[in-house]
C-alpha cells in the first residue's frame, strides 16, 4: 500500500515533462537525462519537478476502464509526461501491467488488487516507464526491463529482471522488442486477445493515427524526426511470426479494431516512399493515394 500524504517524509520526484519517476529524496534531482535526450525536451524555461505527494494534493486520480474481455486501462487525471494510460492483461496464471502512467495512487492499486493483482509490469519504451518501480513493489510483481533501455530507468530496484528478443512472460502474452524509437523499445502481442484473433499492445512503439486506419514511425514526436527506413522494416520484420487483427496505442483512443497487421504493413511501405520522395507530391483530389499491396520491397 501507498503511504498516506501526510506521513510521507522523503518525496518521490516525478518529471512533468515526460513523467520519468525519480527515487525518493529529500531534493529533486539536477537533471532528468530522459528529457535531455534528442527525443525529448526540456521546457524553455529550464527543467521542472514535482512529486506524487504534490499531484496527490493537487486533485490527480485513476480513471479505470474495461477495454474488452481480459483487458482493462489504468489512466491518470489529468494526464502528465506524455500522458498515457496503461493496460492490464489478465489470464489464469496471472496479470501484465503494460505502460503504467506516472502518477500512483491507492485507488489505482485497489482497482488491480480486486481484478487479481500483478504478475509482472514492463512498458514500450523508457518514455513509458511511468510508476513502473511502485507498481513493482505494490505487487512484489517482476519489473521487466528490455536489455538495450536499462540505463534509462530512473529508479533501480532489485526486482528489475532484463529481457531481450522475445519473452513470452505469461501464457499467450509475449514481449517483443521491435526497436525503431529506442533501441529496447518492444510491443506485447496477446494471442488470445480480440476474441482469439491477437492483439497488439504497442505505446508508441508503433504509432496509432488519428484516423484508427493505418500507423505511423518516430524517431522523436515532440521533436518532429521521423524513423529511419532500415528501422521501420526491423519493426514490421519482427512482427513477422505474430497474428493479430487489432492494435491499442499508448491512449485510449485511437484504436485499430481489425486488420491491424495488414495496416501496419501497408503503413510502413507508404512511410518508406515518403521518405524516399517515391510518390507523387502534389496529386490531384481525385488522385490521392491508396495503399499499394506490395511487400518485399527494397
Known amino acids: 500500500m501507498l503511504p498516506d500524504t501526510p506521513m510521507a517524509i522523503t518525496p518521490t520526484w516525478i518529471c512533468p515533462t515526460c513523467g520519468a519517476v525519480y527515487p525518493p529524496a529529500p531534493a529533486p534531482p539536477a537533471r532528468c537525462a530522459l528529457c535531455e535526450d534528442e527525443r525529448q525536451w526540456v521546457p524553455p524555461t529550464g527543467q521542472v519537478w514535482t512529486t506524487m505527494e504534490e ?46 502512467p506516472a502518477f500512483i495512487d491507492q485507488a489505482a ?61 505469461l501464457p499467450g502474452v509475449t514481449l517483443v522488442q521491435c526497436g525503431g524509437h529506442f533501441p529496447g523499445s518492444a510491443v506485447v502481442h496477446w494471442a488470445p486477445g480480440a476474441d482469439g484473433k ?31 527506413e532500415r528501422e521501420v522494416r526491423g519493426v514490421v520484420a519482427a512482427l513477422a511470426p505474430y497474428r493479430f487483427d487489432r492494435m491499442y496505442g499508448g491512449w485510449w483512443e485511437p484504436v485499430i479494431r481489425s486488420d491491424a497487421k495488414r495496416i501496419l504493413e501497408r503503413s510502413a511501405e507508404r512511410y518508406v516512399e515518403i521518405l524516399r520522395g517515391d510518390f507523387d507530391t502534389a496529386p490531384q483530389p481525385s488522385q490521392w493515394p491508396t495503399w499499394k499491396e506490395t511487400s518485399g520491397r527494397t
Open 55 to 100: 499531484l496527490a494534493r493537487s486533485g490527480y486520480g485513476t480513471e479505470v476502464r474495461e477495454v474488452e474481455r481480459d483487458l482493462f486501462g489504468i489512466g491518470a487525471q489529468p494526464g502528465i509526461g506524455v500522458g498515457q494510460r496503461g493496460l492490464v492483461v489478465q489470464t489464469p496464471q496471472g496479470n501484465l501491467l503494460w505502460d503504467p
Open 109 to 169: 492499486i485497489d482497482a488491480v488488487a480486486e481484478r487479481g493483482g500483478l504478475a509482472a509490469v514492463s512498458a514500450s519504451h523508457p518514455h513509458m516507464y511511468g510508476s513502473i518501480v511502485e507498481w513493482g513493489q505494490a505487487f512484489s510483481a517482476e519489473i521487466l526491463i528490455a536489455a538495450a533501455d536499462r540505463r534509462w530507468l530512473p529508479r533501480p530496484d532489485a526486482a528489475v529482471r532484463i529481457w531481450s528478443g522475445a519473452s513470452e512472460v
Open 198 to 228: 491477437g492483439v497488439l499492445l504497442v505505446g508508441d512503439t508503433i504509432f496509432v493515427t488519428s484516423g484508427a486506419d493505418r500507423v505511423s514511425f518516430i524517431w522523436s514526436a515532440p521533436n518532429r524526426l521521423p524513423l529511419p
